[in-house]
């Protein structure tokens, strides 16, 4: 929390608000399991979570881009509103969703640093080892938001060979 907010609210309101339920190391909303009613909230506790700075939801709680001296932020996506904790990284750390919240469009939503704008976030990336021909290969298969990257080799050796790398490829497809 800014320091203005913390000189401004009781102790037992700081531990209100932080004593919301978070999940902690999560990249998607999808993985929230701990969802807020607002309205069920003490009105010390909305009106302080409503004076908190709001940033956009840009696909990926660990983007970063978000001030560290700014510990608490509410985040918005198209159809949520995310309490988030930093806990003084540059990242939503924390994070629980919200509902039932007041209408926030009249609010600013601050600008993130540019920080967050130069990670790609890498969606998935597996690695099989595959026996052809009585050699063993290592296919490494990675799926970014530009596309799908395959390579393959042998010891420490990529395979450079485009017509050995093709029958490797569909032999390990018609046995997978």
């Not at 969802?35 to 956009?56: A, H, Y």
Request: charged share 25%; glycine share 4%; hydrophobic share 35%.
């Amino acid at each position: 929390m800014s320091s203005s907010i913390i000189d401004n609210i009781s102790t037992e309101v700081y531990y209100d608000v932080l004593s919301i339920p978070f999940n902690q190391d999560i990249d998607q909303p999808y993985q929230i399991t701990h969802t807020v009613n607002f309205k069920s909230l003490k009105e010390d506790t909305q009106n302080v979570l409503l004076s908190l700075p709001i940033v956009q939801f840009t696909g990926d709680f660990k983007a970063g881009g978000l001030d560290k001296k700014q510990r608490l932020y509410l985040m918005s996506s198209m159809n949520d509103i995310f309490f988030i904790d930093t806990l003084k990284t540059n990242y939503a750390k924390c994070v629980t969703r919200l509902i039932n919240v007041p209408d926030l469009s009249g609010k600013e939503v601050i600008e993130r640093t540019d920080e967050h704008k130069s990670i790609k976030q890498i969606k998935k990336s597996e690695s099989y080892s595959v026996t052809y021909n009585e050699i063993e290969y290592i296919i490494e298969i990675t799926e970014e938001n530009t596309g799908t990257f395959t390579s393959i080799t042998y010891g420490d050796n990529f395979v450079m060979d485009h017509m050995l790398e093709k029958d490797i490829l569909e032999y390990f497809y018609k046995n997978k």
